[in-house]
């Protein structure tokens, strides 16, 4: 079962404060990784260290906006130096913004392309080098189920998730031959600050509309944790998943399975 063990292996998650990003790296470190975050801001970044420490783990944290190429192809040069090459990637800093397509700017559009597609571009092919260098790396994209399906107001992140799916496979069609795997995960629904406000209590103490839709479509009949993520990202991350590539896995509940409970 040591296929699954990330000793010896560097982890790169961008993002990696909080949410998604900071249970897939408490996972992976778990595993035997050392883990290496970012995000935007030097507050994040401490917070994101207090927390990693709080869980006994010793993290490297580095300020960056993903979406600045001169910014991360700094950062990861600073990480080699200081850290070591990273093995593996994950993308998972990600925003939305949730507006009617005919409302929103054509700014906020590419704000969260940037972020959400162009970030991961950025940060891949900053990686990609050394890994093809060391003779092994692994691409993991945070994609979603806009990857697939579209929904009133996102019409910026499905487009951004959807491009990142194909990105995935292009990685993977690209550097395949070099020993380098690009996957995704889909997550569903997620109990993260990211989807708080389709959480929210109704003035009248009643569930977020919204909330009880999601229930009533995914089969689990809840939302998901951001810790059911690991065991999908730990396994795309280690040697068990080197024949593995271009794939998106859906850690979705079975919610893209499912037509959704008669009325
Ligand atoms: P989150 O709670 O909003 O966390 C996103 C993280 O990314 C935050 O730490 C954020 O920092 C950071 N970030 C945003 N823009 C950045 C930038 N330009 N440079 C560096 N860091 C940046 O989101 P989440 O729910 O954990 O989601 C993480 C990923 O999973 C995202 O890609 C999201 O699209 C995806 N996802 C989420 C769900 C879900 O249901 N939650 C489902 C499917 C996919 P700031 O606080 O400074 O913004
Ligand atoms: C939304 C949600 C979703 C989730 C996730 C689902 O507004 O529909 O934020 O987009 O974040 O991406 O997989």
Redesign the pocket.
Known sequence: MNMFSLEGKIALV?????????AIACGMAEAGATIVF????EE?VNR?LAAYTEKGIKAHGYV????DEAAVQNMVATVEKEVGVIDILV??????KRIPMCEMSAEDFRKVI???LN?PFIVSKACIPSMIKKGHGKIIN?????SELGRETVSA?AAA?GGLKMLTRNICSEYGEQNIQCNGI??????????APLRERQADGSRHPFDSFIVAKTPAGR??K?EELVGPAVFLASDASNFVNGHILYVDGGILAYIGKQP
């Open positions: 961008t993002g990696g404060s909080y949410g998604i990003g900071f970012n995000d935007i801001n994040l994101g960056c906006d993903v979406t993308n998972n800093a990600g925003i939305i940037d972020v959400d970030a945070i994609c979603s189920m806009m992140y998730k889909g997550p569903g629904y997620i109990e993260t600050p990211q989807t939302w998901g951001p």
